[in-house]
């Protein structure tokens, strides 16, 4: 009979690629670990980027089982190592760095998405031919900035939630955000 080689998944905290028994990490979180991009989560034991103190799971409190490596990690094999650092927390948690947003269609129908990168995102919109939103006049309607990845698709899920359930608060919000980009000046925002 053909036995499978027991396999797990990539030490990587939100990695779920299945890897060999004896690895530690799927090829590619392999690489940045090699590049010391990566390293251990103080108490999860699992790897996160460096540029954060905690995984995310940790960092947001939720409740993980801890992580040892099958077989022990070799010594890594660099002379320069990048370190965690507070400064990044200031420039990178903290920054502005993602956008939720809402477009209203010509006919009427509202879009939620979030996105890094507005301009690229809604230009993209604007250039789509095959896609179903295509030719359908995409118009922002309101912006919201988040500071990170989890507190868009957070906040993203709530209001898709409530254009299901509630789409008149949905047009309250709009038309309140609508009313503060009036006062600041800014009439052709969309
Ligand atoms: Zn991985
Ligand atoms: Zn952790």
């Given at each position: 009979m053909f036995r499978r080689r027991h396999r797990h998944n990539c030490g990587y905290w939100d990695c779920d690629k299945r890897i060999p028994e004896?690895?530690?990490?799927?090829a590619e979180h392999y690489q940045s670990w090699a590049e010391g991009v990566i390293d251990r989560c103080p108490k999860c034991g699992r790897f996160k980027d460096i540029?954060?103190?905690?995984c995310l799971d940790c960092y947001f409190g939720r409740k993980v089982a801890q992580w040892q490596p099958p077989g022990g990690i070799p010594p890594q094999k660099q002379n320069y190592r990048v370190e965690y650092s507070d400064a990044w927390v200031d420039?990178?948690?903290?920054?502005?760095?993602f956008f939720i947003f809402i477009l209203e269609f010509d006919d009427g129908g509202l879009y939620v998405g979030h996105t890094a990168d507005l301009t690229s995102q809604l230009s993209g919109y604007k250039k789509q031919?095959?896609?179903?939103?295509?030719?359908?006049n995409p118009r922002l309607q309101y912006v919201q900035m988040v500071a990170t990845k989890e507190a868009a698709e957070l906040r993203e899920a709530e209001l898709k939630k409530l254009l299901g359930s509630n789409p008149e608060q949905v047009h309250l919000m709009i038309a309140d955000f609508r009313g503060r980009m009036h006062e600041l000046g800014y009439e052709e925002y969309a």
């Open positions: 004896d690895d530690f990490l799927c540029m954060y103190r905690l420039g990178y948690m903290r920054s502005d760095k031919k095959e896609s179903a939103n295509a030719g359908r």
